[in-house]
C-alpha cells in the first residue's frame, strides 16, 4: 500500500494546482461512500459535466471477440460496445479478456488512477458517474476494442481522458484491458 | 456477477414502463476477477502473434461457455507446459531489452494456474529453441522435480532446470537429436535425423547418468514424422508427413517402438495427408485419434485439414470422417481434444478462427472468430 | 536490382521457346538494402499496433511507389519526431524488462534516417506521455539542440534533453499543462484546461528562464481544441471539436492567436465535425488545409471523416469537399498531405487502409490493404 | 567479424559430430565460388534432397501486403508468394519490407546461419539451390506473409527447417523479414 499512498500524494498535490479542494473532496467523499477498494481520482470540475446523457453511442467503434454492435439488447450487455456503461471507454473491454465489466480478469492489477464519464442509463433514466480503470500488467487483451467518447475531452483535461494508459503509474504499467464501476448518480 | 443483478433490475423496469426506479443503482466495488475451478473443457491456446511475434501470448478459453477466461505472457516464440499437477504454468521464452531488439534474455516464467499471477523466473542462458509450439520445447519429468528446456543455437541440447529451487542445474547435449520428450522422473528423448530416439537417463543431480540410442523407426528423407507428437495413456503418437503412425511406448526405462500404421487405404494413399501445426489430437480413455486430413503433395505438410479423420487406436480403422468446408470453417492448423467422458474438440484455422465440436459426433458447437491471432497450439488443463 | 535482370531473361526464354536456357542464373549476391534519396512523397507512419501495443513501430512508405521502405521500431505507446535537419529520427517510448511485463524503462532512442539504423538512445525518468500520437510528445528546438519530451504522471512536466551529448538536462513543470509544442531555439509550449498556453521560455542550459500564460483562446466545456495540431507556416493550427480553426503563431518570443474562423457554413453548424487521430494536414506553400469530416454529435470527435473538406488557409472558403464513401474507402481517421509542387495525400482508414490522393484534385491513386495495423499519425520525411 | 568466427567455429564443431566434413565443406566450397558475402551454412546432406522440383506451390499460404496468390505472373513476382525462387521460405517477404529478394531492409542484418531449400525455375527449366537468409535486429515486419515448404524437413534436419528462429546467433536476434539468395544450381 505504500505504492498506493505515494500516489495519492502525488495526485493530491498536482490536483491542488488546478482544482478547488472543495471539488475534490467532494467527489472523494461520495466515492468512499460507494466502493470499498477506492480507485484514486485525479479529477476536477465533475460537476461541470453531469448534463443529460445521448443514449445512442455516437461514433462508437467496435472490433473482436464477442462485441455485436447494433445487437438488440446490447446496451445491457456487458460484452458488447454498446452497453450503457461504456459510453467514455476506450481500449478492450475486460469483459471479453477473463474480468467482467468491473472486475479485471485474473492475475493483473487494477490502475489506482482513472478517469470518469457520466453515462445515462435507459433502464432508470438516471446519470450516474462512472470510473473507468484500466487493468494492468499483462500485455494487451486485445478482445472487443470499444473507442466511445461521450463527454471525453483531451489529454489537458486528464481527468475526463481515455487516450492515455492509465496503467502508467502502477508498477506493472502495461496496459491490458479496461473497466467501468458505477461510482454513483451523478449530480443533477 | 453484479452485471446480472443490474440486468434483472432493468427488465423489471422495462416491464412495469416506470420511467425512473425507485432506487438506483448502487456503487459497484472493483474487483479482480478469480477463476472457477478448472473444466475439462478448457484449454490453453498458445497464440504465437505471428505478426508481432515478441507479443506472444496463451489464452485461457472455455469450451462450454466459449469465454475468454484469462492470459498469460509469452514473449517471442515461447515452449510452453504444465507441471504434472496442474498448478503451474511453465514458460520459456526470449525477451529483448528494448521490445524488439537488443539484448536477449531467456528466462523461464512460471504462473499459478488458479490465479494467473505470476509466480517465479528462471534466468536462462540464450539458447532456449525458438519453434514453433509443440509439447517438447519445454517439459516436466513426471515427479516435477525436473524441468527440460530444449536448446537450439543451432547446436542442440537441453537444459536441465530445478523449478522448486529455481536454478539452472546444467546442460546436456543431444549430437544433433531435437527436442526435450521427457518421460519417467529422469529421462529425455529426442527425435534424431537418423531416424531415432536418443534417450538420455540423468542421475539425481540432473546430470547425464547415460544415453541410448533407439533402433530406426522413420526415414527423415522418404516419410519424416512430425515433431507435433500427440500424448497416448503410454507415451506418445508421431505422425508422419505420409500418414504413417508411430506410437512410441516411454512408460519404460528405454523408448519402445510399435510396429506404425497407417491413416489411409491404398486407395487414399498419396492423396490424403495429416498437416499443421498440431497434426492430431487422442482421447485417451476413448481411444481416439482425431486428424486434419488434406489433398496434398511434396510441401502441403503445413497445410490444414478440410476434413477431420477420426480413428479407432485399438483397432487403427477410421470411424468418422468430418468434412469442415460445409460448415464454412477451417481448414484446420491445429487440434485438441478434451480427456473427459463428455469430450469438446478444438480446432483452429489459419483465420484465427476457433470452432468447438463434440467430439463424440462431429456436431459443431460453436465457431469463435479471432480467437488471438496466431491460435497454433492447444493444451488441456 | 537482380529480380528485374532475372525476369528479363525469363521472358526472353519464353518468347523463344526454349525449354533450357543456355546460361543457368548466376548466383546472387546478398546485400542489404540501402535507402534511395528521400521523396517528399515518403512518408513515416506511426502504427501503434495497438491490439499487440508493445510492439508498435514506424513503417517508411512511399507514395509513388506505393512500396513499404523500411521500419523503426516503437515500442510501446510512442512519440515520434524528426530532428530539424531531417538526418535523425527520435523516438521516446517505453520497453517492459518482460516483453508486456516488468519494470518500465523510458528511453528515447535516435535512428539514422538514410540507413534506418539505430544510433543512440537516452534513458528517461519512466514519465513519458503514453498517449496516442502527435507533434508534441516529443519536440526538437529549431536549432536540434534540445529535445523535448512530454511527461505525465499523470501530473505534467516535460523533460529537456541535449540530443547532442546525450543527457537528459531537467524536469519543467506544467502546471497541469500537456505535451510541448516547440518554437524556436527555447521555447516550449503546453496547451492547458483553462484554454490558455502556457509557454515556458529557457535559457542556455535548459532550464526554465521564465513562463507565460496565453489569453483564453478555447473553452474545454464548450468547445475543446484537439492536441492534434496542424503545422503552419508560422506555428500551428488547432481545430476544435465543433469546426473552429485556431491559428497561433509561434515564431515570436510569445504565441500569438488569431482569431478563430469556422470550418462549417451556419446551415453545416450541428452537424457536421471534423474528427480521428490526426485531424487535419496543411499544404503551406499552398496554403490549403485537408480536414476529414463526418456527420455527428457529442463524442463522436473520434469518428473518421466519411468526406476530405479542402480549404484555403487565405481566404477561410471551402474549394473542394471529396467523399471516400464512393472510393469505398475510410472513414478517415488520419491525413497527411506532401510539401511539393505536386502533392500527395494520404488518408488512413480504421481497418488500416491506406488511400493515397492527389491532393490538387482528390483523385484516388492507390489504396494500400493493411499498411500496418492501427496506422495513425502520419509524418512528412 | 568475431562474432562470425565465433559463429563458424561453432557451426562446424556441431556439424562434425553429425555429418561427413566432405559434404560439409563441399558445400561451403561450392557457394563460397558463387557470393562474396557468404551465409555460413550449417548443412548436411543437402546432396540427397536436389531432386526434380514440383513448381505448383502445393500448401503455400499467403497473406497481406503486395501478395497475390493466384496472379499470373505470380511465379516470376518477387512481391508474390508464388515467386519460383520462394518454394521453402516461411516469413514475411524482405521485398514487402523495405528489401528484395535477396536483400535485407535498411538498418537489419542478415543471419549469417541460414536453411536451404532446392527450388524449380520455370524459366530455364533448371533446379537451383536456394539460401533462405533472415533479417535481423527489428521487430516482424508484418508484410506479405508467405509459407511454402517445398522439400521441408521438421526440426531435427535443420538445415532444411524453416520453422526456427534463424535470427537466433545474431547479437539483435529478432526475426524481421526472410529473403532467398541463390547459391547455384543444385547437384541432379
Partial sequence: MHRLDRLFEKSSRSLAQRTSRRGFLGLLGQALTGSLLLPLLPIDRVHRTAAAATPQPAGAAAAGGATKPGHGAAIDDPH??????????????????????????????????TWI????????????????????????????????????????RLSRNNDVNWCMANSDSNYHCSVSVILGLAEQ | MRSYQSRAAWLALLACGCATAAEPLQPEQFTVETLPPRSPHWVYIVDDAFSNEIDARVRLFDGDSYRHLGQIDAGFSPGVTLSPDGTTAAVVTTYFARGGHGARTDVVEFTATATLELSAEIVLPPKHAQAPPSYFNLAYSSDGRFLYVAYITPAMSFGVLDPVNRKVLGEIDTAGCALVIASGGNRVSSLCDSGRLLTVTLDDQGLEA????SDVFFDADRDPVFVQGVPTDTGYAFLSFLGQVHEVDFS???????????????????????????????????????????????????????????????????????????????????????QDAAPVLFAAAENAEVAVFDALTGRLRHVEKHLGETPWFFMNP
Fill in chain 2, 252 to 338: 519404460g526405462p528405454q523408448p519402445v517402438i510399435h510396429p506404425p500404421w497407417s491413416l489411409l487405404s491404398p486407395a487414399e494413399q498419396g492423396h490424403w495427408r495429416p498437416g499443421g501445426a498440431q497434426v492430431a489430437a487422442i482421447h485417451r480413455r476413448l481411444g481416439r485419434l482425431y486428424v486434419p486430413m488434406h489433398r496434398g503433395g511434396e510441401g502441403s505438410h503445413k497445410a490444414g485439414g478440410t476434413e477431420i479423420w477420426v480413428f479407432d487406436l485399438g483397432t487403427h480403422r477410421r470411424i468418422a470422417r468430418w468434412p469442415l468446408k460445409p460448415l464454412r470453417f477451417g481448414p484446420a492448423i491445429a487440434v485438441q481434444v478434451s
Fill in chain 1, 117 to 156: 464519464g457520466t453515462c445515462h442509463h435507459p433502464g432508470d433514466g438516471r446519470d450516474y458517474l462512472v470510473s473507468y480503470n484500466d487493468c494492468c500488467g499483462k500485455t494487451s487483451c486485445g478482445n472487443c476494442e470499444c473507442n466511445r467518447n461521450e463527454r471525453e475531452k483531451p489529454l489537458y
Fill in chain 2, 210 to 213: 547415460s544415453r541410448a540410442l
Fill in chain 1, 80 to 113: 458488447s460496445c454498446e452497453y450503457w456503461k461504456y459510453c467514455a471507454i476506450d481500449g478492450f473491454l475486460c469483459s471479453c479478456c477473463g474480468g467482467s465489466s468491473h472486475s479485471c480478469p485474473p492475475g493483473t492489477a487494477m490502475s489506482p488512477i
